[in-house]
């Protein structure tokens, strides 16, 4: 074996929401890899909103989706997905659009007085492979200023704004309310990363919440890793609307105060009835504009079918998603390629 060959990659997954849950969906059956999600605590909407606002707990939405994520494919383990997965979908003014594991966690965390202890039980008990951190302790809420001098205070606002705003407005700026701290844990993880994978998701209430947080940048520039950003599918109303590929990757890159080392973009056919529906909502396909960029890598990442949102969900979902398996594969060759990863050659069959 080649002495510069790595036998192990220490990766960081930096995101939210259904993309975190994608990504490290993908990542977590590749042998000798320490993986972490790190995800935001911005986070105002659906079941994991109501929650903060009457406990005045952090946001558990994206730890929750990570957790199950990242458990083991055991036979045993799948009621336990399938259970932290659940949403309720009756019980006017109670349950209903609550999720089951977004309770757990309120409720362990109530129990045991520290949302860190309820996150770490919860690990152990779907033996996850890695770790999620939320990326500040503190509380704090995500702010956006508009192009007009408008701002808008709350990710649930920003993600979904109430009329009158019109959606067409960029963002020239995201901010949190409050200064808070980077929880130490996370800034270790980064600074020892081989690996930083950035995306895909909701460009500023899911990725960029992240970046905004103090020290974020500073220890992503102390660390060596190489930085993978998978660009999203599909714009944004009210976030990203008409934005193209270069101005995600700007975005991206202006916050995180450096250049990224690959940007990996899906080049095959999304079905027309499917980007009919989007443009109802006032959303694109988000256009490659990248040109020769030699940081760029184009495959096939859709996933085929379409998703379904469950009962209950109030929240607006996405009608197509990347896929783990092509993910997965795009990702390996990465490490392969790039980073002299030693493998065992049956990860693309797995």
């Given amino acids: 074996m080649n002495s510069n060959t790595k036998n192990k990659l220490n990766i960081v997954v930096i995101g939210g929401g259904t993309g975190n849950f ?4 993908a990542l977590k059956s590749i042998k000798n890899t320490s993986i972490t999600a790190i995800v935001p605590s911005t986070d105002s ?12 707990l952090l946001p558990v939405g994206d730890i929750r989706q990570c957790l199950i994520a990242l458990s083991q494919n055991k036979k045993n383990q799948e009621i336990l997905r399938k259970l932290f997965n659940y949403r309720f979908d009756r019980g006017e ?5 609550h999720n089951f594991g977004n309770l757990f966690l309120t409720v362990l965390t109530d129990i045991l007085g520290s949302e860190l202890q309820a996150i770490e039980i919860t690990r152990q008990l779907l033996k996850i492979k890695g770790y999620v951190y939320p990326v500040t302790l503190q509380k704090c809420n995500l702010c956006a200023e508009y192009e007009n001098g408008k701002i808008i205070v709350g990710e649930h606002n920003i993600d979904e704004p109430s009329y009158p705003h019109d959606g067409r407005l960029k963002i020239t700026k995201v901010f949190t ?3 808070v701290e980077t929880y130490n844990k996370v800034k270790t993880k980064i600074k020892n990363a081989d690996v930083i994978i950035i995306g895909p998701g909701d460009l500023y209430t899911s990725l960029i919440a992240n970046l905004i947080i103090k020290d974020i940048p500073e220890s992503i520039s102390l660390s060596k890793a190489k930085i993978i950003y998978i ?21 991206i890159e202006k916050y995180l105060g450096k250049k990224v080392d690959f ?3 899906n080049n095959s056919k999304i079905p027309q009835n499917l980007l009919d529906k989007y443009r109802l909502q006032n959303d694109e396909e988000v ?15 859709l996933a085929s079918e379409q998703t379904n949102t469950q009962k209950g969900d109030v929240l607006k979902r996405s009608l197509i998603r990347h896929d783990s398996n092509k993910i997965k594969k795009t990702i390996l060759e990465i490490f392969i390629k790039y980073l ?3 493998f065992d050659k049956t990860e693309f069959n797995n």
């Fill in 263 to 265: 940007v990996l973009i």
């Fill in 45 to 56: 909407g659906g079941s994991t909103g109501r929650l903060r606002d009457e406990f005045g």
């Fill in 177 to 179: 309310d409050t200064v």
């Fill in 93 to 97: 003014d109670g349950l209903k659009g």
């Fill in 340 to 342: 002299n990863f030693n």
């Fill in 287 to 301: 256009r490659d504009d990248l040109g020769n960029d030699n940081r760029v890598i184009r495959t096939d990442l």
């Fill in 231 to 251: 660009v999203n599918l599909m714009t944004k109303y009210a976030q990203t609307y008409n934005y193209t590929a270069k101005d995600h990757v700007h975005e």
């Fill in 22 to 25: 994608v990504v490290l969906s």
